[in-house]
């Protein structure tokens, strides 16, 4: 507002103005971002488990050291050195604005100490345009080329490159987003997005473009970890999260379009959505929570675990994930336990193949949910099990499939004489499954595969003369024309090398085998397939 004043002096008028600045309007409501709240965050169903704030305090970036309190930003705030939250806990709503690193050093935007916890919320509605770039990173603006527009509600954290530092020589880069070195991170709404973890020729370990979590403890019940990668180079990954020896409950909210990029050698880039390590690493998937749209050069688009447990319920959608082997989820852990939600629509590119969930050791039991409509290049449209032990007591695996000659459209089982892979099912349905190579619900190589009940049905194996890239049929060592199915198994394909296939209880029926007419040596038609 202007205040105008006219004094009068000997005939003399003089006239000043003066501007007054409005009080910033009260900042008040719970630290999970909302003014009324009776959601369960950590405590119980009336709210009592995380409180109201009144007196929330204006922060502009001047202090990055904070420690307990409840702060706000009044605009946006560009970083040039990491935000430390020292001890404590500390509420920081982002209040729709970017909270941005733009320093000459590669460090993390925020850092959460052993002894502190953070919670970060937004009170708005504000949108944010921007796009994912060829990098996998989310970027603020119009874009330019057909990328598609990604627009994000809330405030924005971004521009992070990793947490670098050193211990015995050892140097290491962790969490593009956040860094949480032992605290507490609690996410109830916001965005981090745009941030990188990037690969460097002396660092012993690194991951986690969007968040870092080591030896803490990260509950998100909301929000989004989006368009955030990890660069790497033989090892590391987690485009979006990496959990290293720590606690991760997912209630709501969405890691989506985040990447695992290899920048050189032959392999690495795994997780591209989550990448779990650590034998004392736990997962916990529930509620709302949706992994989506993520991609990873090596294994496991949605979720890579290496070592450690994951859980999950309620209606979780680990959707449309991508990667060369494991589409949806790459497990190579403890146990991996299905109580619900849906692991669908993801697809493998590889020669290994796994379209939902591929298994590579520890202990798979799926009690509900779904693996459904995941396709693989290679070998497991649903699930692909080379070690370890998938158990089937409930739920569905529908609607998978294998393209190319590749076999196991539903279900693959496969022992490359190092693992001992046995698939048990005891309840569930594997149904509308199809395969262009053999085992259009289920294929068996030397593995076992035992079956005490559930259903088998409806799958289907398309048997077809296999076609080169011009399109023409090949041909075998004598001359015929080559299909892509030699044994069949519209339900089960079980190949003798070391294979075991006992059924105690359970049903297979109304399952099919498409025929088909090839050439052979001679140049006689001859017809194959057909056997259920």
Same mark, same amino acid.
């Given at each position: 507002?202007?205040?105008?004043?006219?004094?009068?002096?000997?005939?003399?008028?003089?006239?000043?103005?003066?501007?007054?600045?409005?009080?910033?309007?009260?900042?008040?409501?719970?630290?999970?971002?909302?003014?009324?709240?009776?959601?369960?965050?950590?405590?119980?169903?009336?709210?009592?488990?995380?409180?109201?704030?009144?007196?929330?305090?204006?922060?502009?970036?001047?202090?990055?050291?904070?420690?307990?309190?409840?702060?706000?930003?009044?605009?946006?705030?560009?970083?040039?050195?990491?935000?430390?939250?020292?001890?404590?806990?500390?509420?920081?709503?982002?209040?729709?604005?970017?909270?941005?690193?733009?320093?000459?050093?590669?460090?993390?935007?925020?850092?959460?100490?052993?002894?502190?916890?953070?919670?970060?919320?937004?009170?708005?509605?504000?949108?944010?345009?921007?796009?994912?770039?060829?990098?996998?990173?989310?970027?603020?603006?119009?874009?330019?080329?057909?990328?598609?527009?990604?627009?994000?509600?809330?405030?924005?954290?971004?521009?992070?490159?990793?947490?670098?530092?050193?211990?015995?020589?050892?140097?290491?880069?962790?969490?593009?987003g956040i860094f949480v070195d032992g605290g507490t991170l609690n996410l109830y709404g916001g965005n981090i997005a745009g941030n990188l973890c990037a690969y460097e020729s002396d660092l012993s370990k690194y991951g986690g473009?969007?968040?870092?979590?080591?030896?803490?403890?990260?509950?998100?019940?909301?929000?989004?970890?989006?368009?955030?990668?990890?660069?790497?180079?033989?090892?590391?990954?987690?485009?979006?999260?990496?959990?290293?020896?720590?606690?991760?409950?997912?209630?709501?909210?969405?890691?989506?379009?985040?990447?695992?990029?290899?920048?050189?050698?032959?392999?690495?880039?795994?997780?591209?959505?989550?990448?779990?390590?650590?034998?004392?690493?736990?997962?916990?998937?529930?509620?709302?929570?949706e992994i989506s749209g993520n991609s990873a050069y090596s294994n496991g688009g949605g979720i890579y675990l290496a070592t450690g447990s994951i859980t999950m319920s309620g209606n979780v959608a680990i959707d449309g994930n991508?990667?060369?082997?494991?589409?949806?989820?790459?497990?190579?852990?403890? =146990? %991996?336990?299905?109580? !619900? +939600?849906?692991? #669908?629509? *993801?697809?493998? &590119?590889?020669?290994?193949?796994? @379209? $939902? /969930?591929?298994?590579?050791?520890?202990?798979?039991?799926?009690?509900?949910?779904?693996?459904?409509?995941?396709?693989?290049?290679?070998?497991?449209?649903?699930?692909?099990?080379?070690?370890? =032990? %998938?158990?089937?007591? !409930? +739920?569905?695996? #529908?609607? *998978?499939?294998? &393209?190319?000659?590749?076999?196991? @459209? $539903? /279900?693959?089982?496969?022992?490359?004489?190092?693992?001992?892979?046995?698939?048990?099912?005891?309840?569930?349905?594997?149904?509308?499954?199809?395969?262009?190579?053999?085992?259009?619900?289920?294929?068996?190589?030397?593995?076992?595969?035992?079956?005490?009940?559930?259903?088998? &049905?409806?799958?289907?194996?398309?048997?077809?003369?296999?076609?080169?890239?011009?399109?023409?049929?090949?041909?075998?060592?004598?001359?015929?024309?080559?299909?892509?199915?030699?044994?069949?198994?519209?339900?089960?394909?079980?190949?003798?090398?070391?294979?075991?296939?006992?059924?105690?209880?359970?049903?297979?029926?109304?399952?099919?085998?498409?025929?088909?007419?090839?050439?052979?040596?001679?140049?006689?038609?001859?017809?194959?397939?057909?056997?259920?």
């Amino acid at each position: 507002a202007t205040i105008t004043a006219t004094t009068a002096d000997g005939g003399k008028t003089a006239t000043c103005a003066v501007t007054v600045s409005a009080p910033a309007p009260a900042h008040s409501h719970y630290n999970c971002g909302v003014e009324s709240c009776n959601a369960d965050h950590n405590g119980d169903a009336t709210g009592n488990g995380h409180s109201t704030v009144d007196s929330w305090t204006a922060w502009d970036g001047g202090d990055t050291n904070l420690t307990s309190g409840s702060y706000y930003l009044t605009d946006n705030v560009t970083l040039t050195e990491t935000l430390t939250i020292s001890s404590g806990e500390v509420n920081l709503c982002l209040n729709g604005h970017v909270l941005k690193y733009d320093g000459t050093g590669k460090e993390s935007v925020i850092k959460v100490a052993s002894n502190a916890t953070l919670s970060i919320c937004d009170c708005t509605n504000t949108t944010h345009t921007g796009y994912i770039n060829s990098d996998g990173l989310w970027v603020a603006g119009t874009p330019s080329g057909e990328e598609a527009t990604v627009p994000l509600t809330g405030g924005i954290i971004t521009g992070g490159k990793g947490y670098h530092f050193s211990d015995n020589n050892n140097y290491y880069r962790y969490g593009g987003g956040i860094f949480v070195d032992g605290g507490t991170l609690n996410l109830y709404g916001g965005n981090i997005a745009g941030n990188l973890c990037a690969y460097e020729s002396d660092l012993s370990k690194y991951g986690g473009g969007g968040v870092y979590v080591k030896n803490g403890t990260f509950n998100m019940y909301d929000g989004t970890i989006t368009g955030n990668c990890a660069m790497t180079k033989t090892k590391g990954g987690g485009g979006g999260l990496y959990l290293d020896n720590s606690t991760f409950n997912m209630s709501g909210g969405k890691i989506s379009q985040n990447k695992a990029h290899l920048v050189s050698g032959s392999y690495g880039g795994y997780g591209g959505g989550i990448y779990v390590f650590g034998s004392n690493s736990q997962a916990n998937l529930s509620g709302t929570a949706e992994i989506s749209g993520n991609s990873a050069y090596s294994n496991g688009g949605g979720i890579y675990l290496a070592t450690g447990s994951i859980t999950m319920s309620g209606n979780v959608a680990i959707d449309g994930n991508e990667a060369q082997n494991g589409g949806g989820v790459s497990f190579k852990g403890n =146990t %991996f336990t299905i109580n !619900g +939600g849906s692991i #669908s629509n *993801n697809t493998a &590119t590889g020669s290994y193949g796994a @379209g $939902g /969930v591929e298994v590579a050791g520890g202990t798979v039991t799926m009690n509900a949910g779904s693996i459904s409509d995941n396709t693989a290049a290679g070998t497991g449209g649903g699930v692909r099990v080379y070690d370890g =032990t %998938f158990t089937m007591a !409930g +739920g569905s695996i #529908s609607g *998978n499939k294998t &393209t190319g000659s590749a076999h196991g @459209g $539903g /279900v693959y089982i496969y022992s490359n004489s190092s693992g001992t892979p046995t698939f048990v099912m005891t309840a569930g349905k594997i149904s509308g499954n199809t395969a262009s190579g053999n085992g259009g619900g289920v294929y068996v190589l030397r593995s076992t595969f035992n079956m005490y009940g559930g259903l088998i &049905t409806g799958n289907a194996l398309h048997c077809k003369l296999a076609l080169d890239d011009q399109g023409k049929p090949t041909l075998d060592k004598d001359g015929a024309q080559k299909v892509t199915s030699t044994r069949g198994g519209g339900a089960v394909s079980v190949y003798t090398d070391g294979s075991s296939f006992y059924m105690y209880g359970g049903e297979i029926s109304g399952n099919e085998t498409t025929k088909v007419t090839y050439l052979d040596k001679n140049g006689k038609s001859v017809e194959t397939g057909g056997n259920g």
